[in-house]
Structures are given as structure tokens and as C-alpha cells.
């Protein structure tokens, strides 16, 4: 055999291996439709006297329903007690069924309260993540729009150490509209 046959055999198996390749790559594994899913909307609702501001820096609200996991990406800062109870501060598509567990996502840094014109960093000793107290048979419905109203109870969420230090104290409760 010439270099010259050799060459002309080889096109045929490149042509195969390309044929395969397209036919390979046009195969699904999964073929079956996405699963129905709910709109949810979080917004805040809390208030104070004491303080003038509480700002914090919210990454993602995760959530877990009977039909599986979910995340909302914030990705904000903003002071909670500024925030209207009707303004959405984040939302999503997360499974719909019976909700199980919502936890909101702050970053590590960038917490502080404000209080009498002075600034104070608020640090977080039990992590970024924070668990929200939900009512037991909270329902998402599918391809329905809810609403999650998160309630901080600053008086509970914010304590003060012995050295004049502050820290969150994961407390948020929600209600479901």
C-alpha cells in the first residue's frame, strides 16, 4: 500500500467518527418536561425605634419543598428597615409542594446596624446562613406567584456582647401571603 491509499482509507473512518460524534451529541439524557414550579417573591418586614438602620448583605434564599430544592439569587445590600413590607427585595422559580426548610444566605461581611448616627459592625458567630421559622403546611402551588413575608424581631436578632461588640442572632420568622 502507497501513502496515497493509506490517506484515502482514513477519510471514510474520520467521516464515521464525525457521524457518530452528531449523533451522540443530539441524544438527551433526560426527555422529560421540567417540573412545575412556583413563583415566589420575598420581602421584609420589621421595624424599629432603636435603631436607625440595619444593613445587610444578602447573597441567596434557599429553599427545600417536598418536591425538591430551590435558590433565589439576591445578591443585595440594603438597609431592612428602609425596605416597605409591599417591596419585593428578591424572587424566583423554586419548587413547588409543602415548604420545608427557606434559608436566607448573607455573605460574610458587610452586616452593620446604625444606631444614634453611629455605625456598628454586626458580626455573625453561627455562620452566613440563617434559618427561617415557617408555619408547618406552608403550600407552593405550581405555576402560582407567593409571596414569603420575612419578620425580623430586632429586639431578638440583634444582642449586644459584654464588649460592646454586636451580633445577629439568626431569629426571622415568615408568614406565607
Not at 448573607?106 to 446562613?129: A, T
Request: with cysteine.
Amino acid at each position: 500500500m502507497t501513502f496515497n491509499s493509506i490517506r484515502y482509507i482514513n477519510v471514510p473512518l474520520y467521516m464515521m467518527i464525525v457521524c457518530i460524534y452528531i449523533l451522540l451529541g443530539s441524544c438527551h439524557k433526560d426527555d422529560s418536561p421540567a417540573p412545575e414550579q412556583a413563583h415566589l417573591k420575598i420581602k421584609f418586614e420589621s421595624g424599629s425605634e432603636k435603631y436607625d438602620a440595619l444593613d445587610l448583605h444578602i447573597q441567596h434564599i434557599w429553599t427545600r419543598t417536598s418536591s425538591g430544592g430551590g435558590k433565589i439569587h439576591a445578591n443585595k445590600k440594603l438597609n431592612v428597615l428602609s425596605v416597605k413590607s409591599d417591596s419585593v427585595i428578591a424572587s424566583g422559580h423554586v419548587p413547588h409542594g409543602t415548604v420545608q426548610e427557606v434559608i436566607l444566605e448573607l455573605s460574610e461581611s458587610g452586616h452593620q446596624i446604625v444606631m444614634d448616627g453611629f455605625s456598628h459592625i454586626l458580626e455573625m458567630p453561627k455562620g452566613k446562613y440563617i434559618a427561617i421559622d415557617i408555619p408547618a403546611d406552608m403550600q407552593l402551588m405550581p405555576n402560582k406567584t407567593h409571596a414569603l413575608l420575612l419578620n425580623i424581631d430586632l429586639s431578638q436578632f440583634i444582642y449586644a456582647t459584654e464588649n460592646g461588640n454586636f451580633h445577629i442572632n439568626p431569629t426571622i420568622s415568615a408568614v406565607l401571603d
